[in-house]
């Protein structure tokens, strides 16, 4: 489980570096990101952070306001391949992230304006390890109100993104990839059943949890079915 004292601690990236993945971002990196995207921030607005996937249900950092908002111009995408939270190099998972066009809906966490920095030092060292997103102001609308909040926005330029996958290997990444923070999977089904409760369905994401759960189904099936000696050979 991903938590607070992990990220504090560098567990995230240090987990990245043993994996042998490269481009790991270091102190001075990741604060001059941070740094850059703080000095974009609109003169005298709060900071929102824009959940779309695992932020919606596990922040980890400390926030004053949640509001469930959409966000134009933006929708997410499973097009981030992951060969070490929720995957491994030999079966690589596969993560959510912003692409161009449409919108999304999700959530904003309004962070205390004493708590901006060590806050954010928390959302970067979680989504910026090795600069496969994008930080990025958006504008995101919640109740008639218009706000301007940090959304992660996929890198197209970095080596893991994925681009326009076919459904079936989304499906085949999500339903067997597995690492250290659990299963690929998880992410998907929590992701699908958060957004139901605050009543912003995705209905994308849910055929896609029906089509891995059938995957899972079909796999579950065919090794119950498989003769004593293969399963042995397994």
Not at 187 to 207: I, S, W
Request: some cysteine; proline content about 6%.
């Amino acid at each position: 489980m991903l938590t607070r004292e992990r990220i504090r601690s560098g567990w995230v990236q240090e987990l990245v570096r043993a994996s042998g993945v490269p481009g790991v971002l270091d102190e001075r990196e990741l604060a001059a990101s941070r740094a850059a995207c703080l000095a974009r921030r609109p003169p005298g607005a709060p900071v929102w952070v824009f959940g779309y996937g695992s932020l919606i249900w596990n922040p980890c950092f400390h926030f004053v306001e949640r509001r469930v908002v959409t966000v134009a111009g933006w929708h997410r995408r499973f097009c981030l391949w992951t060969s070490i939270g929720r995957g491994t190099p030999d079966r690589p998972g596969l993560m959510l992230g912003l692409e161009p066009g449409g919108s999304c809906r999700g959530v904003a966490f309004r962070i205390a304006e004493a708590e901006v920095e060590s806050e954010l030092d928390i959302v970067w060292r979680r989504e910026m390890v090795t600069a496969a997103y994008r930080p990025t102001w958006v504008t995101a609308r919640s109740e008639g109100e218009t706000l301007r909040a940090i959304a992660f926005t996929i890198n197209r330029a970095h080596p893991r993104y994925a681009g326009r996958l076919p459904a079936a290997r989304i499906v085949e990444a999500l339903a067997t990839a597995r690492g250290p923070v659990g299963p690929c999977c998880e992410y998907l089904f929590n992701t699908v059943a958060h957004l139901e409760e605050l009543g912003v369905p995705d209905r994308r994401l849910r055929a896609l949890c029906r089509a891995v759960r059938e995957r899972q189904a079909r796999e579950a099936f065919a090794t119950c079915s498989a003769p004593a000696e293969t399963l042995r050979q397994r």
